[in-house]
């Protein structure tokens, strides 16, 4: 999981750096950016009108927002990938019959992104999104990644993005996020109990390869009062390891 290049391109570097933080920002200006990025304000400016030029930024009267081209690289990254072809009839399926979210993640860069999702009938709004990315302990998705990832290649995404808290309920100690993974990979899911988004419960299944390598996950969430005892450890993981198992068996033989 090398992620340092031994010679990195400091204009490409910066021009990165004033993208996602374009995107964190949700827009601004060159004043606002140079000032959050504690760079000079031509330096800025050169690059944003660089990447305005190639179409990847707009300009709204001097605020500047990440453009939809992007969504066009994206669009034909997630295309290209066999588990977001193979996953997503079955992801539906999942939505519907459980009438919540239905949500596909992959792992890249020790970040879980999710990849697709589908909403039932009686799903609520979340702040997910496709392409989204967050800390993968956070998450029941993540946490079933990790599970059956080796602990070296856990202990250099922790060393590397940390364990931060997003609520009260996150796990944020080395030992007992290791005490977890394991509990998942003996009962073969993950749960999340408000550890992302207060009031919201997930159950999350790895989707591994003939040799037991992670390839992403699937699970289904919603509100802790739909979520009671007897939904959250008996009928949801039923619905999320059974599809699971679908999807691994796709993968495998189409």
């Known amino acids: 999981m090398a992620h340092n290049a031994r010679s990195p391109v400091q204009a490409a ?11 964190e920002l949700n827009g601004a200006g060159v004043a606002e950016l140079a000032a959050e990025l504690e760079m000079p304000k031509s330096t800025v400016h050169d690059h944003l009108q660089t990447l305005t030029s190639a179409e ?38 999942l939505a519907d019959e459980t009438g919540e979210h239905a949500n ?7 970040k879980g ?13 979340l702040d997910t999104h496709i392409g989204k990315r967050v800390h993968l302990h956070t998450t029941a998705l993540g946490k079933s990644i990790l599970s059956q990832r080796p602990e070296s ?23 007992e996020l290791k005490t ?11 749960i999340d109990d ?14 591994c390869d003939e040799d037991e390598t992670p390839l992403g996950a699937i699970s ?5 009062n739909r979520f009671n005892d007897s939904v959250f450890e008996d009928e949801i993981p039923k619905h999320v390891l059974s599809t699971a198992n679908v999807i691994e068996v796709n993968m495998t033989y189409s």
């Open 56 to 93: 990847y930024l707009i300009n709204d009267n001097g605020t500047y927002h990440v453009g939809a081209r992007f969504l066009e690289l994206g669009g034909f990254a997630r295309s290209q990938m066999k588990l977001y072809q193979v996953a997503s009839p079955e992801l539906k399926k």
């Open 153 to 175: 290649e856990v202990d250099e995404i922790i060393e590397r993005h940390g364990l931060p808290g997003v609520t009260e309920q996150t796990v944020t100690d080395r030992e």
């Open 180 to 190: 977890e993974l394991e509990e998942i990979r003996e009962r073969g899911y993950a």
């Open 113 to 125: 992104i999710f990849l697709n999702k589908f909403k039932g009938q009686d799903a609520v709004t």
């Open 13 to 23: 570097a910066t021009t990165f750096h004033i993208i996602e933080t374009l995107h």
């Open 104 to 110: 596909l993640m992959i792992e890249e860069h020790g």
């Open 194 to 207: 408000e550890e992302r988004v207060l009031g919201m419960r997930c159950v999350a299944a790895p989707i």
């Open 220 to 224: 289904v969430s919603g509100p802790t």
